[in-house]
């Protein structure tokens, strides 16, 4: 009797085990891996130290426009110090701007920038897997920008964004592959 109780329980936790480990792609198992290969996924924004070619009566041209808005509505909301001649702007960053944003060794455009993240991608739902073989399969879902303070900030100051919804969500597809360490978005 002794002997049939250990096969009985071995037999037990082999099912117990197998259970747990199911090698089907379900919504929730495909969120976490879509999850995870989207987060890194997002824009930063870039801020110089100083924005030339724009007067105070009205500007050289659109981007330096928005810079414009978006330097002052950082600056209202205490990341920035600006001083401001009719030829350019001279941006600082205070000690809130300096816990948010760190030096852009490589520069952008050629300059000398600091950068923050302004958005990444969140995974809003998984609304569909289509399985195509045993170990590849296709999954539709929705995702969105998640804004970050200062993303907020830079959206609501440009009148270009002004129109269309920071909470509007996007619908995609991703290939999704079984590997004997789980599922993969495919290459």
């Given at each position: 009797?002794?002997?049939?109780?250990?096969?009985?329980?071995?037999?037990?936790?082999?099912?117990?085990?197998?259970?747990?480990?199911?090698?089907?792609?379900?919504?929730?198992?495909?969120?976490?891996?879509?999850?995870?290969?989207?987060?890194?996924?997002?824009?930063?924004?870039?801020?110089?130290?100083?924005?030339?070619?724009?007067?105070?009566?009205?500007?050289?041209?659109?981007?330096?426009?928005?810079?414009?808005?978006?330097?002052?509505?950082?600056?209202?909301?205490?990341?920035?110090?600006?001083?401001?001649?009719?030829?350019?702007?001279?941006?600082?960053?205070?000690?809130?701007?300096?816990?948010?944003?760190?030096?852009?060794?490589?520069?952008?455009?050629?300059?000398?920038?600091?950068k923050t993240a302004a958005c990444r991608m969140e995974l809003v739902s998984v609304t569909g897997i289509s399985k195509t073989s045993e170990?590849?399969?296709?999954?539709?879902?929705?995702?969105?920008?998640?804004?970050?303070?200062?993303?907020?900030?830079?959206?609501?100051?440009?009148?270009?964004?002004?129109?269309?919804?920071?909470?509007?969500?996007?619908?995609?597809?991703?290939?999704?592959?079984?590997?004997?360490?789980?599922?993969?978005?495919?290459?």
């Amino acid at each position: 009797m002794k002997g049939t109780n250990s096969v009985f329980s071995v037999i037990c936790c082999a099912v117990l085990l197998s259970a747990g480990c199911s090698r089907d792609l379900s919504r929730s198992r495909a969120a976490d891996v879509i999850s995870k290969a989207i987060a890194p996924i997002g824009v930063d924004y870039n801020l110089f130290p100083t924005y030339t070619g724009m007067n105070i009566s009205g500007p050289a041209n659109w981007l330096a426009f928005d810079n414009k808005r978006t330097c002052e509505a950082l600056a209202t909301q205490g990341y920035v110090a600006l001083q401001t001649s009719p030829e350019a702007i001279t941006v600082t960053l205070t000690d809130k701007g300096r816990e948010v944003f760190t030096n852009n060794d490589a520069g952008y455009a050629g300059r000398q920038s600091w950068k923050t993240a302004a958005c990444r991608m969140e995974l809003v739902s998984v609304t569909g897997i289509s399985k195509t073989s045993e170990n590849t399969a296709v999954v539709q879902y929705t995702w969105k920008w998640h804004l970050t303070p200062v993303g907020s900030i830079a959206w609501k100051s440009v009148p270009e964004l002004a129109g269309q919804d920071p909470d509007a969500t996007f619908t995609t597809q991703a290939a999704l592959q079984r590997f004997d360490d789980g599922w993969r978005i495919a290459n």
